[in-house]
């Protein structure tokens, strides 16, 4: 049984950072890209970035381009998005995702999700 587990939201203030974590259990973690997705009140659920198996290649919405940085360890089994300098409207849930990363960030892409972790930026 596949386990996608996100770790690391909060609250911060408008212009901090956060850092989210991600695990993924019951797949070969080294065989898959991990995405990163969020989803904020009353809007749709959106592409943030992702990285492949290898950690390689990297895409980002243009939206967090310069302030996010995902990284992925995979001896740790572990996916990073580190973001900075955030903004009010990206108050979300944000989603950590296994499957497949290219440069436009489709959910459709991918085939593990977890439950989310919920991200607060205060103004």
């Known amino acids: 049984q596949v386990q996608v587990v996100e770790s690391g939201g909060g609250l911060v203030q408008a212009g901090g950072s956060l850092r989210l974590s991600c695990t993924a259990s019951?797949?070969?973690?080294?065989?898959?890209?991990m995405g990163w997705f969020r989803q904020a009140p009353g809007k749709e659920r959106e592409g943030v970035s992702c990285?492949?198996?290898?950690?390689?290649?990297?895409a980002y919405a243009d939206s967090v381009k310069g302030r996010f940085t995902i990284s992925k360890d995979n001896a740790k089994k572990m996916a990073y998005l580190q973001m900075n300098r955030l903004k009010p409207e990206e108050t979300a849930l944000y989603y950590c995702?296994?499957?497949?990363?290219?440069?436009?960030?489709?959910?459709?892409?991918?085939?593990?999700w977890g439950q989310g972790t919920q991200g607060t930026v205060s103004s």
């Open positions: 995702a296994a499957g497949s990363c290219y440069k436009e960030i489709n959910q459709d892409d991918y085939s593990y």
């Open positions: 019951g797949l070969t973690f080294d065989d898959y890209a």
């Open positions: 990285i492949t198996w290898s950690g390689s290649s990297t």
